[in-house]
């Protein structure tokens, strides 16, 4: 593939395993940055390829790149360009101003590759023949259709969805089964990882994101205190503004601005509504005064940005909060990667809250793995990946690092933060009541056609503007959703 030929090594071998997580990049002349594939080898055996498989969408939206972050190359829709990256960043990078943080990356994916390594697999890393993501999510498209499909791929769920409804991911329920995963994955998410009850694809992590990351000294300089709804929210908001210091700290672009009115839609009606409105897309709670109120209440955050706001990347605005630039940031818990790269810790330099009206609801997304329909002498290396991915050590070192929280309830809290001893905690109680709901913004609600397609357009249309009413948003909202049907 790309000029490279993948070699047996055996009957345990990763064969074209696609996986999204990045190694350490390497630089073009000129300064530019090509993706990095890692490669397995079985112990004093011939090479195998892993291949590197492009992002989710979820990852790509944190750049502001929505449009080239949707895998139109697997649904076949094309909104916009893609960059020359396979992984978690776009052209440019998107942490600029952060140069730990690709070592960060690189110790998060070494915890599932000393896992391997265990088994007898080391990773070493190659470097892709013209690589980026377009061509990636091309090749796994193609693969799939030419009956050579990848051992795994990093994708989003209704992706996996996809390929699990035309037949093509594997039945790992056997592993499942004898492990009892089904006991200990929330349940709402093993929509995402089972087909008619047989388990093809395992979750690595939880992602929610209806947080505030909120800077210590700044509070305790205001004289602020938790937020316990959206009324007090403003209030405290209030007080920074008042203090001469930038409230919000927000990237104008359609992914933040969509990922925050998810907490204001939970916020203003409560989780059922949110379920309501936009998991079970009830026309009623769509066209609702409530959903017009979450509108109204969405254009009253506008006022707490700062002038610059529009276009600005989402770890740029972090960095705000974390300089003391700015009181508050918005965002799901991979900010907190930003704060643990600038060596912050919670409860000294900053607070992490629920967003005022959310306590006891968790809006999650997900990074999982869906495992493709391969050949025998490739299934066991296939069981050897899930089985890792689903290890409890693997999955709570993995996430200390990583700023999410196990995929798996009952994985302990104990190497973790207060942040993360409080989103395992919520995961939990929100499992049991019904309240762990999955991120519209995110895709993980409905699927792209709606979330990074009809939510983002009305949303920050809205926000900058060019929707000028919470009528006419709610309208063009119930339209669009209904156009895609």
């Known amino acids: 593939m790309n000029g490279e030929t993948p070699v047996a090594i055996g009957a345990k071998t990763l064969n074209n395993a696609l996986l999204g997580f990045r190694a350490e990049p390497r630089r073009r002349p000129g300064g530019r940055q090509t993706a990095i594939r890692p490669r397995l080898t079985r112990s004093g055996a011939a090479t195998r390829l892993l291949e590197t498989a492009p992002d989710r969408i979820r990852r790509e939206q944190r750049l502001g790149r929505v449009d080239n972050a949707i895998p139109h190359h697997i649904d076949g829709k094309r909104d916009g360009r893609l960059g020359d990256r396979f992984c978690w960043r776009g052209l440019g990078g998107r942490r600029q101003g952060s140069p730990d943080a690709a070592l960060v990356d690189v110790r998060r994916l070494n915890v599932i590759k000393q896992y391997l390594a265990k088994e007898g697999y080391a990773w070493k890393d190659v470097p892709v023949a013209g690589g980026g993501g377009e061509a990636a999510m091309t090749t796994l498209k193609a693969m799939v259709a030419a009956g050579n499909p990848p051992t795994a791929s990093q994708i989003l769920g209704y992706f996996a969805l996809d390929y699990a409804e035309a037949g093509k991911l594997a039945d790992i329920s056997s592993l499942a089964n004898k492990e009892g995963w089904a006991k200990v994955i929330p349940t709402a998410l093993q929509k995402f990882t089972t087909t008619n009850g047989k388990w093809d694809a395992v979750p690595i992590n939880i992602h929610s994101v209806n947080w505030i990351w909120v800077n210590k000294a700044i509070m305790d300089k205001i004289g602020g205190t938790d937020p316990k709804n959206f009324d007090e929210f403003l209030a405290l908001l209030d007080k920074a503004k008042k203090a001469g210091v930038i409230p919000l700290a927000l990237g104008g672009q359609p992914w933040q601005e969509a990922t925050m009115f998810d907490s204001v839609v939970m916020s203003t009606g409560g989780p059922d509504f ?52 700015a009181l508050l940031q918005v965002m799901g818990d991979w900010a907190k990667g930003e704060f643990k790269v ?33 050949s025998a002498d490739r299934k066991a290396a296939q069981l050897a990946l899930a089985d890792a991915t689903m290890n409890p050590e693997v999955q709570s070192a993995f996430n200390v690092i990583k700023g999410s929280v196990p995929a798996r309830t009952d994985v302990p809290d104990t190497a973790f933060d207060m942040c993360g001893k409080k989103g395992i905690a919520d995961v939990k109680a929100a499992n049991a009541k019904g309240t762990f709901l999955g991120s519209m913004a995110q895709n993980y609600a409905q699927p792209p056609a709606i979330g990074t397609g009809v939510y983002h357009d009305v949303v920050t249309k809205f926000f900058h503007g060019e929707i000028k009413t919470s009528d006419e948003a709610v309208t063009a909202l119930v339209k669009g959703i209904e156009s895609t049907k």
């Not at 209440?297 to 600005?312: C, I, V």
């Open 342 to 374: 600038a060596n912050k810790e919670p409860g000294k330099d900053y607070l992490c809250y629920r967003f005022p009206g959310t306590d006891g609801a968790v809006i999650y997304n997900t990074d999982m793995f869906a495992f493709f329909d391969v």
């Open 274 to 325: 949110y379920k309501k409105a936009f998991i079970d897309l009830d026309e009623s709670a769509l066209k609702s005064d409530t959903m017009k109120k979450s509108f109204d209440n969405l254009a009253k955050l506008k006022a707490y940005t700062d002038p610059n706001f529009a276009g600005r990347d989402w770890n740029l605005a972090t960095a705000m909060v974390i300089k003391g630039d």
